[in-house]
């Protein structure tokens, strides 16, 4: 919040700093659940809300400060898509802003990801490789700017901040299976829970993926009853942890979907999930560490999410 403040007019900076914000309250919400702590987390979902609107203005705010808006589309193979995108967005970055990015898999083509990027700049790239288009879209009319809504930031922050505590770093799995056990309460399922491998393979890295993966597993996988494994296995200098639940499973044409920004299957946002932020925030902090996550399932059977990681990592 401090660096918030800060940044000013520095829309760009001050849009970085809020979505990191978001993440950040995000995850605190989620171990604050898992712990019983009430008041928090109603709180931390209130200071939500007021985040949320503001990243939805993103683009706005970007209209406002003199920036153009254009759609980059182009797709890549499947073998080495990440690596590629990642060229792109940082060819992109130096003369202009990534506002959101929607892959999706081409069905005629199945070896191939497509991608559309939102971009806005003042002047597009001139040295995109030829397999990238680029065109300019109609602006939005430029409303409010995040100057504007900070008394009713700074309002949520300090009811926020009012009830904030310390919760212990204790073990990593036993953080992940009171999240499961709280969110089977909270939605009245019966779930069996049960863990493999070395809890001391872990670290609080990743803590919160890991007790994302699980609170979806209950909310999202799991219908009445059933069970959640947790499994954690070292493969030479990588580190396996899985999440696997023998619920509903995911349909096949969401599985391309569910990582992506603001994507929820749940039509109404809870303390438990809705906002379409678990998953998004999962692949970022794994990335972020060097790994990376897959997901299979079938449905009707049930699903299972695998995080790799560097030993270092994990």
Known sequence: MQQLRAAGDNGPQARKLLDT???????????????GLTSLVTAA????????????QAVQQSVAEGARLFLVQTDFDVSDFDREFQN?????SKTGEVIST???????RRAKVNFRILYAATEPPA????????????TPEATDTLQQHMPELERAFEKFAAELVTIPDDDVLMQALRAGEAAAQATGKQVDFEI????????????????????NAVDHGIEKRGKVIIEIMQRGD???????????GIDPSLIEKIFEPGFSTKADVSHISGRGVGLDTVKTTIADLGGNVAVSSTLGQGTTFELTLPIRSA
């Open 127 to 138: 040295d995109l490789p030829p397999t990238v288009t680029i065109e300019e879209i109609s």
């Open 102 to 108: 929607e892959p999706s898999v081409n069905k005629e």
């Open 238 to 248: 990588q580190i396996s942890i899985t999440v696997t639940d023998d619920g509903r």
């Open 45 to 56: 979902h209130e200071f939500e809300d007021v985040l949320y609107t503001l990243r939805k």
């Open 88 to 92: 792109l967005k940082e060819t992109l």
């Open 196 to 215: 493999r491998g070395d809890a001391a393979l872990v670290n609080q890295l990743v803590a919160a993926p890991l007790l994302h993966l699980v609170r």
């Open 21 to 35: 914000l978001f993440r950040r309250v995000h995850n605190l919400k989620a171990r604050a659940f898992a712990d």
